[in-house]
C-alpha cells in the first residue's frame, strides 16, 4: 500500500439491479506509471472508468482518486484529472477552439496555447465544428480536451481506438510526457497490443472481477516460445510429458510442436537433442499471444491455465503468430 | 464565480429564442390585426354570453368583456394560447436541460471538468427561467407596442403584472421538467408529465366553478395563481408569487437532490 497512490481502488463494487458489473475490484496506480486495462468489452472497464470519474456510485467499496474519494468529492479531484471517454461526445455545433474555450473556463485556466500545440501534433483542426469531424479527429479533439489542463491523473477509455497508427504514436509520445512529468494514467482497451508500449502494469478484468495485475515486464519474461522439431523416427507425446511449463504439445509421427517459456526452454531443448533432430525452429510468440494463453479465455490469472483459442475472450482477433519469429535454426 | 454552464446553455439557445420571440411577437401581431374588427361589438360578448357555461369557463375569463381591450387579450391571448407557448418552451427546455445533455452524453465531458452536479442543475434552471422571462417580456412588449398600433390600449404596469405572473406559470412547470429530467435522465418522460399535469391543471381550474372536486383543488393548480386573480385588471398578486415561487423553490432542489444521487449511464 503506498500513500501516494494516485488511484486506489479498494473491493470496488457496482450492481445495477440484479445484474453485477463490477465485482471486488481492488488495485492502485502510482506516480509516474501507466495502467493498461484490459479485458474484453462488456466485462467492466468502463463501469470502472465511470466510477473512478465520480458518474457511477459504488454499491460497495471505495475509488480514490488523488486521495479524494470518486463519489463524494468529485469536484476537488477533477481539477486534477482529464477524462477521455470511451464514445468521445462533443458539443456537435462548438468548434474545437470553442470546446477548448469552454473546457478551460469551466476549470478557470488558460489552456489555449497548450490545445493549439497538441492540436497540431495530433493533425488536427480545431476550427471545424465537432459535428463535421470524423471518429477519429473526434477522438483527437477528446485527447486534447482531456490533456490540455496538465493533469496528474490521466482517465483515458480505449483513448486510441479509431486513431490511425501515426497518430498512435504521437499519442504515445504525449503519454510519456506526462508520465515523465510524474503523471499517472489508467489506459483501458481490450487488446494488449494497444497498451503494450506504453504501460507499465496491465490489470485484466473478465466479467465484473480482476483476474490478474502483472508487470508487462514480468509478462514478458514468461513470454512463450514456439517450439518445433521433426525428428529422424517416430516420437510418442509421452517423451515430452512432464516439463514444468511446456504446454500444446501436439505430436504428429515424427513432428513435435509445443509453446514453452523461456525458463523451459533448456529442459525442452535436452529433451529434443536426446534424439535425432531433423529440422528445429523456435520463435517468440508475439506478446499479445502470451497473454491471451494467459489470460484468454476462462484462465484463473495464476499463469497455469490452459491454452485459449487465439481471439477468443479479447473480441479481436490476433494478429498470427508468424511475425515474432527472431530466431531461427536448421 | 462566471456562470459558466448557464451562459452556455444561454448560448445554445440563442437561436431557439430568437424564433420563438419573433413567433410570440407575431402571434400578439394576428391578435392585435383583427382587433378593429372587433372592437365595439357588443354582439361578440353576447356570443359569448351564449356559450354553454363549461365552454366559457374553458376559453375565456369569467367577466370579461371582449369589446374592451382589456376583455379581448384576456380571452384571446391568456387565457389559452400564451399560457401554452410559454408552457411548451419551459417544459421542452426543462425537460431537455439535463436529459437533453445524456441523450448526447455530453454529461459525460461536462461533468469530467470540475463542475459539481448542483452547479450544473442550478445554471440550467436559471437558463430556463431566464428564457422563459425572455419570452414573457417580449409578449408583453409586444402587446403594448403592438396594441397601441390598432388602439389596442393596454397599461403597461398591468401587462408587465401579467407577463410576470405567466412567466412564473412556465417556470412552475419547466421546473417540474428539470427536476423529473435530473432524477430519471429522461427526457420523453420528463416532457410527458409535467404537460399532462399542466392540462389537468388547467382543467381544474378552468371547472372549478362547476365541479365541486375541482373547487377544492384549485388553489393548487398553478393556473389558479397565474390567471384567477385577474392580473390584467389588478396586477400583481403577491401571494400567488409567492406561493409559485415557493414551489419552483422547492422543485429546484428537488432536482439538485435527484440528480446528485444518481448514477450517469455510458
Known amino acids: ?330 | 464565480m462566471r456562470p459558466n454552464v448557464l451562459l452556455k446553455t444561454l448560448r445554445d439557445q440563442a437561436r431557439g429564442l430568437a424564433a420563438w420571440s419573433v413567433s410570440l411577437a407575431l402571434i400578439v401581431a394576428m391578435y392585435a390585426a383583427v382587433w378593429p374588427s372587433i372592437r365595439g361589438q357588443p354582439s361578440m360578448s353576447d356570443f359569448i354570453d351564449q356559450m354553454p357555461e363549461a365552454f366559457r369557463s374553458m376559453f375565456a375569463t369569467t367577466g370579461a368583456d371582449m369589446s374592451t381591450p382589456t376583455g379581448y387579450i384576456q380571452i384571446e391571448l391568456l387565457s389559452f394560447m400564451g399560457p401554452i407557448a410559454v408552457l411548451i418552451y419551459a417544459v421542452g427546455t426543462g425537460a431537455g436541460a439535463i436529459g437533453g445533455e445524456e441523450d448526447r452524453h455530453t454529461m459525460d465531458l461536462l461533468l469530467s471538468n470540475p463542475v459539481g452536479r448542483w452547479r450544473v442543475v442550478l445554471e440550467k434552471f436559471l437558463a430556463m427561467a431566464a428564457g422563459t422571462f425572455l419570452l414573457a417580456a417580449v409578449t408583453g412588449a409586444a402587446l403594448v407596442l403592438e396594441g397601441r398600433l390598432v388602439e389596442l390600449d393596454l397599461p403597461a404596469d398591468k401587462v408587465a403584472a401579467t407577463m410576470l405572473h405567466l412567466a412564473l406559470l412556465g417556470v412552475v412547470f419547466g421546473t417540474l421538467a428539470l427536476a423529473l429530467s435530473a432524477a430519471t435522465g429522461r427526457t420523453g418522460l420528463s416532457r410527458g408529465i409535467p404537460a399532462a399535469l399542466a392540462v389537468l391543471a388547467y382543467v381544474v381550474n378552468a371547472l372549478a366553478p362547476l365541479v365541486d372536486v375541482f373547487d377544492r383543488l384549485q388553489k393548487l393548480s398553478p393556473f389558479y395563481q397565474y390567471i384567477d386573480h385577474d392580473p390584467l385588471r389588478r396586477g400583481i398578486a403577491w401571494d400567488s408569487v409567492l406561493v409559485s415561487v415557493a414551489t419552483i423553490a422547492v422543485l429546484a432542489g428537488a432536482a439538485v437532490v435527484g440528480f446528485r444521487r444518481r448514477d450517469i449511464p455510458a
Open chain 1, 1 to 330: 500500500m503506498c500513500a501516494e497512490a494516485l488511484v486506489r481502488l479498494d473491493g470496488l463494487t457496482k450492481r445495477f439491479g440484479r445484474n453485477t458489473a463490477l465485482e471486488g475490484v481492488s488495485f492502485g496506480i502510482e506516480p509516474g506509471e501507466v495502467f493498461g486495462y484490459l479485458g474484453p468489452n462488456g466485462a467492466g472497464k468502463t463501469t470502472t472508468i465511470r466510477l473512478l470519474m465520480g458518474l457511477l456510485r459504488p454499491t460497495a467499496g471505495t475509488a480514490r482518486v488523488l486521495g479524494l474519494d470518486a463519489w463524494r468529492q468529485p469536484v476537488e479531484a477533477h481539477r486534477r484529472v482529464g477524462y477521455v471517454p470511451g464514445e468521445p461526445a462533443l458539443y456537435d455545433r462548438l468548434t474545437g477552439h470553442q470546446h477548448v474555450a469552454y473546457c478551460a473556463r469551466l476549470r478557470h485556466r488558460d489552456d489555449a496555447g497548450r490545445a493549439a500545440k497538441l492540436a497540431a501534433r495530433l493533425g488536427l483542426d480545431l476550427g471545424k465544428p465537432a459535428r463535421t469531424l470524423s471518429r477519429g479527429n473526434r477522438q483527437k479533439l477528446a485527447v486534447v480536451l482531456a490533456v490540455m489542463s496538465r493533469p496528474r491523473l490521466l482517465i483515458l477509455d480505449e483513448p486510441t481506438s479509431g486513431i490511425d497508427p501515426l497518430v498512435q504514436q504521437v499519442f504515445h509520445e504525449i503519454l510519456r510526457e506526462h508520465t515523465a512529468e510524474g503523471g499517472s494514467a489508467l489506459f483501458s482497451s481490450h487488446v494488449l497490443g494497444e497498451v503494450e508500449r506504453v504501460a507499465d502494469r496491465i490489470g485484466v478484468v473478465r466479467a465484473g472481477r480482476l483476474v490478474a495485475v502483472e508487470r508487462l515486464q514480468d509478462l514478458a519474461a514468461r513470454s512463450l516460445h514456439r517450439v518445433r522439431a521433426r525428428f529422424a523416427e517416430d516420437v510418442s507425446a509421452t517423451d515430452f510429458a512432464g516439463l514444468p511449463g511446456v504446454r500444446d504439445i501436439v505430436v504428429e509421427e515424427r513432428a513435435l510442436s509445443c509453446n514453452a517459456p523461456q525458463a523451459a526452454l533448456d529442459a525442452l531443448l535436452k529433451r529434443i537433442s536426446a534424439r535425432r533432430v531433423e529440422d528445429f525452429e523456435c520463435a517468440e510468440a508475439p506478446l499479445e499471444e502470451t497473454f491471451l494463453t494467459y489470460y484468454g479465455n476462462g484462465g484463473n490469472g495464476t499463469g497455469t491455465g490452459t491454452r485459449a483459442a487465439a481471439g477468443s475472450g479479447t473480441g479481436e482477433p490476433v494478429g498470427a503468430g508468424d511475425d515474432g519469429e527472431d530466431s531461427r535454426a536448421s
